[in-house]
């Protein structure tokens, strides 16, 4: 069978089935081909076959390639007797069968394998994109193609005693080819393995299930039979090796084959291998993921409050310096790998963005930050799940031995955003309370797609599972029901996840040595004013806070008085203010802002004159550069900034004020970007079914070499906009063409034909019968609708 067969057999496949192909394959439909010749082409290129074949998992890669290695067409039957030696414990193919029902179910379905059930064949292409089969080596034709003809005549002397030599035999067939056929005869290859010593077939024996070449210095020298000393000259004298350059050997497929005694694979395995590792109690690894899902959204919050004072710089080449990450760690207590996860997750969910040469949380997280925490957390893991960059390499160098810094666009993997999702599918798919080990998911993916490049593809696996772990995600190893929900994608992830977080508290105990205690997580509102108004002593089971008068005059910066202070910490206290704290906090009070700094550049201001003279005798004010203008007025040079800096390091509390007048007030979440929440994302979006079909319809109508459709004569359809939005709806939904009036980009009025197929986010798709192509309609540029014979 041919190219021509097999787009006649794609052409005799019925709708359902095409669809189901594109579907499976979406990358045959983008663009849409003009016809069915189109799609097969397509089909058929190396890159489309490549991206195929990297989907098969290893039990359906095995059936195509035995089918390959067949010289002509074949039937189940004959597949069946081929695979069933190659399952270990089941020779008579109880489990062969169905698997290799379903398999070539799924090749036809993808259009790789072709033909009627007693002929099939793989689809044209395939074969090549499959070298090499098996593991196996090359032809004998390819192994002695550059053998000059007197090394084929010795060869042919010493293994056929009816050559005569002189390169030609049987009526002028090449010796090449005379060579190749017989060392795929079984009698020959074994009365030649019989002539060689023990460790010369213990050589072959390697080579056997692969891989199938080798490294031999000066592989080219020439020995014959009678000659050969050494194991791999006795296999080079009689053909069963062939040298393929000047130091590489190759054991011809056709020897092979022989050896493996009538099975193209060895120890295949029709199902793939179960997940393993310890059973625990899935209620306690559903409670223990809550538990890690709640502290990595607080510790998400935390980063974003810490940036918006003191925002790091964003580096030259993009990516966040190695000093500031460490840094970062230090102020989330954290590793250096998990402060890196919680840079990126809260960048890849649009929390964090580079503005104006600094990491700054965006306007999404304002809007983010007043949501549930389980839906908080929701955004997060989808945006780790479906986001392209992988933080596991944070740290490592790269192939210029540069390091790999955190939010660095160098992370970025394409492979990664796939891995995590197949690694989140495997877990999803282990039996509840089992924890599977690494080992047992990496063997699982192996099996599952064999062709991908097993060792960035084993590094990542092990980045999805530590970061799962962290994310909560999973607990104690064990796949959490909610994180089920994030491996499936379906948006159910806060509802699973809500009854499991610990319920935030609005109040603290505070302690007469100037501490608070938070007995468990506190409220956002809370949580971010206590923040403001005290540091963090120590986290745990309960968190520490500590006022100090910095911490005191933090919160007056940022606008709040004494007596709005003392009222948050009666309304949030469970135990009375105690006396050390309300005096801390009035004293802090009474001597903030009697000094005012401007811009002289910078000056001085204050209502009580001695106090400026105090300033003035102080020595330490002697770099400020200071002159009085009035009796309540200095100027200095120094900026602002540093002259407010200066004054409180000498003992007194000044506050900034504009030129106005007015007191700067600095808040701690002024500082943002621009940037919105990201919307929710999945590693892999299944195409729309709707214009799977349009495609489908657009390649038939092309396929039948119809001419363009005319539109009807007349004035273009003009109707009320609802009106042709039901008429559309209507379209849709009984598969009907209609009859429309499209204004084109120039505002020219223009009507079509078309076969609508779906309608969102305002607009239309459909199939344009006119110009033969599936495109996408503005609904606001619809003048009307009419109806249309089908």
Not at 117 to 122: F, G, K, N, Q, Y
Not at 495 to 516: C, F, S, W, Y
Not at 556 to 585: C, F, I, K, N, W
Request: aromatic letters at 4%.
């Amino acid at each position: 069978m041919t190219g021509t067969d097999f787009s006649e057999w794609l052409r005799g496949r019925s709708d359902e089935r095409l669809r189901a192909l594109v579907a499976a394959r979406p990358e045959l439909v983008t663009p849409v081909p003009a016809h069915i010749d189109g799609l097969a082409t397509r089909a058929c290129s190396p890159s489309a076959i490549g991206r195929a074949l990297d989907r098969l998992d290893r039990f359906s890669l095995a059936v195509l390639e035995t089918l390959a290695l067949r010289p002509g067409p074949a039937d189940r039957e004959t597949l069946l007797s081929l695979l069933r030696r190659a399952v270990p414990g089941d020779p008579d193919g109880e489990a062969v069968g169905p698997a290799l029902d379903a398999a070539l179910d799924l090749l036809t379905t993808r259009a790789l394998v072709y033909g009627p059930e007693d002929a099939l064949l793989p689809a044209p292409g395939v074969a090549d994109a499959l070298e090499p089969p098996a593991s196996l080596g090359p032809p004998a034709g390819e192994v002695f193609r550059h053998h000059p003809p007197e090394r084929l005549d010795v060869l042919l002397r010493d293994i056929d005693p009816a050559y005569e030599g002189g390169g030609e035999v049987d009526g002028g067939r090449p010796a090449r080819e005379r060579l190749a056929a017989l060392l795929a005869d079984p009698a020959t290859v074994a009365r030649l393995v019989g002539e060689v010593s023990p460790q010369a077939r213990a050589a072959l024996d390697e080579l056997v299930w692969g891989p199938a070449s080798g490294r031999l210095p000066n592989a080219r020298r020439e020995v014959d039979a009678a000659s050969a000393q050494s194991p791999i000259e006795q296999l080079l004298a009689r053909g069963l090796l062939g040298a393929t350059g000047e130091e590489t050997v190759a054991l011809p497929r056709e020897v092979a084959l022989v050896l493996r005694d009538g099975r193209v694979h060895r120890d295949l395995s029709p199902g793939p291998p179960a997940l393993e590792g310890p059973v625990r109690d899935q209620d306690l690894a559903d409670r223990t993921a809550a538990g890690q899902a709640f502290t990595f959204v607080r510790t998400v919050e935390e980063l974003c409050e810490v940036w918006s004072v003191d925002p790091p710089g964003v580096l030259r080449a993009g990516g966040l310096a190695v000093r500031d990450l460490r840094r970062t760690a230090q102020l989330l207590d954290l590793p250096e790998w998990a402060a890196g996860l919680v840079v990126e997750v809260a960048h890849a969910a649009g929390l964090v963005a580079a503005g104006e040469g600094e990491w700054l949380p965006t306007g999404g997280y304002d809007g983010w930050r007043i949501k549930a925490t389980e839906d908080r957390w929701a955004v997060l893991a989808d945006a780790w799940a479906a986001m392209e960059r992988a933080p596991g390499l944070i740290g490592e160098r790269d192939d210029r031995d540069r390091p790999l810094n955190a939010l660095h666009p160098d992370l970025r993997r394409p492979g990664a955003a796939q891995t995590r999702a197949r690694t989140l599918a495997v877990l999803e798919s282990a039996p509840p309370g089992l924890a599977p080990t690494p080992e047992s998911v990496l063997a699982r993916l192996a099996w599952e797609q064999p062709r991908r490049r097993p060792a960035l593809r084993d590094r990542l696996v092990r980045f999805a599972l530590r970061e799962a772990e962290h994310i909560g995600v999973t607990g104690l190893g064990v796949p959490a029901t909610h994180g089920r929900a994030v491996a499936r994608g379906d948006g159910g992830a806060a509802g699973l996840l809500a009854p499991l977080l610990p319920e935030p508290v609005d109040h603290v105990l505070l302690q007469a040595d100037l501490t608070a205690v938070a007995p468990g997580p506190l409220t956002t509102d809370l949580g971010r004013r206590l923040a403001l108004t005290a540091d963090v002593e120590s986290k745990g089971g309960a968190t520490v806070y500590r006022f100090s008068e910095q911490s005191i005059r933090r919160a007056l910066d940022a606008g709040h008085s004494a007596g709005d202070l003392l009222a948050m910490l009666e309304r949030h206290s469970a135990t009375p203010v105690p006396q050390p704290l309300s005096y801390l906090v009035t004293d802090v009070a009474r001597r903030h802002g009697r000094i005012r700094v401007g811009t002289a550049s910078a000056y001085i201001r204050c209502d009580d004159p001695a106090l400026l003279d105090e300033v003035l005798a102080d020595k330490r004010a002697h770099l400020l550069r200071l002159r009085r203008l009035a009796p309540t007025v200095l100027a200095s040079k120094t900026s602002r900034a540093a002259l407010v800096d200066s004054l409180r390091a000498m003992g007194y509390a000044p506050v900034a004020e504009s030129l106005e007048g007015d007191v700067v007030v600095a808040r701690a979440d002024a500082r943002r970007t621009e940037g919105q929440l990201v919307a929710r994302l999945t590693a892999n979006t299944a195409p729309d079914p709707e214009v799977l079909a349009a495609a489908v319809r657009a390649m038939r109508a092309g396929d039948s070499r119809r001419r363009p459709v005319e539109a009807p004569e007349g004035q273009v359809p003009r109707s009320p906009a609802t009106a042709t939005i039901s008429a559309l709806q209507e379209a849709i939904r009984q598969g009907a063409r209609v009859w429309i009036g499209y204004l084109d980009s120039q505002g020219h009025a223009t009507s079509r034909i078309l076969e609508p197929a779906r309608m969102e986010g305002g607009y239309l798709t459909a199939y344009d019968e006119t110009r033969a192509t599936v495109h996408r309609f503005a609904l606001h540029r619809i003048t009307g609708i009419a109806e249309i014979g089908r």
